[in-house]
């Protein structure tokens, strides 16, 4: 167990549709990551948040968008869904006084667009 | 920016024999940190093995151990003893020392063989 949790795990809807995955991360990490993974493919960087603040972003579409709460848990928002949309969505977090360099991943939350 | 290689997509090896899995990388930063991750079936992100590029040593893990050729900017993996439970995709994986995200190779599909 990597202290990442993200919800929902398995999520199925319809093209045009809008969903919300969420993600908490360890307790204490301030920074956030989400990646996409299609099938079969290796993880994209979509998005980084640190503290709330947008950090970094990646090759994340203008339909997807996220946040970070003060609570630093995080939602990633995909919206106007197209089929290839369909993917495993990884969050992820690291620790605030780092010294591994080791991001710890959630089990990740599978969308399918059908 | 930085990019990560693996020109193997797809690797066998027979139970109780080495494997090698290779990644090259590309990069101006002098400092960073290497990763190989491995993800089964379950999809879950396992942390297999880190590196630290200003340390020479190559790091090691039980029957996983890395050759870090820093100067060719080469970074393979070496199964030692295959198991059944090695059978997974395996992704090498880049960090900044600045931190900040992950960049993942396109992954390699391993195979064992009984």
């Known amino acids: 167990d990597s202290g990442v949790t993200q919800t929902p795990k398995h999520l199925i809807t319809a093209t045009g549709q809008r969903v919300t995955l969420r993600c908490s991360p360890r307790s204490g990490d301030l920074s956030v990551y989400w990646y996409q993974q299609s099938l079969d493919q290796g993880l994209q960087f979509l998005i980084q948040?640190?503290?709330?603040?947008?950090?970094a972003k990646g090759n994340i579409l203008e339909r997807f968008s996220a946040q970070q709460f003060p609570d630093l848990h995080s939602e990633l928002n995909l919206s106007s869904l197209e089929l290839g949309d369909s993917a495993l969505y990884f969050c992820a977090s690291s620790p605030t006084g780092e010294n591994t360099g080791e991001l710890f991943f959630g089990e990740g939350s599978r969308l399918t667009v059908l | 920016a930085q990019t990560v290689t693996q020109s193997q997509p797809e690797m066998s090896v027979q139970e109780a024999e080495t494997v090698t899995l290779s990644c090259t990388y590309d990069?101006?930063?002098?400092?960073?940190?290497l990763f190989w991750y491995k993800q089964p079936p379950s999809r879950q992100m396992i942390l297999v093995i880190r590196?630290?590029?200003?340390?020479?040593q190559n790091a090691t893990e039980n029957r996983f151990s890395v050759n870090f050729q820093k100067a060719a900017k080469s970074f393979s993996l070496k199964i030692s003893d295959s198991q059944l439970g090695d059978a997974a995709m395996y992704f090498c994986?880049?960090?900044?020392?600045?931190?900040?995200?992950?960049?993942f190779g396109q992954g390699t599909i391993l195979t064992v063989h009984p």
């Open positions: 590196q630290e590029a200003y340390k020479q």
């Open positions: 994986a880049y960090r900044s020392a600045l931190y900040g995200k992950l960049t």
């Open positions: 990069t101006s930063e002098s400092d960073y940190y």
């Open positions: 948040y640190y503290n709330g603040e947008e950090r």
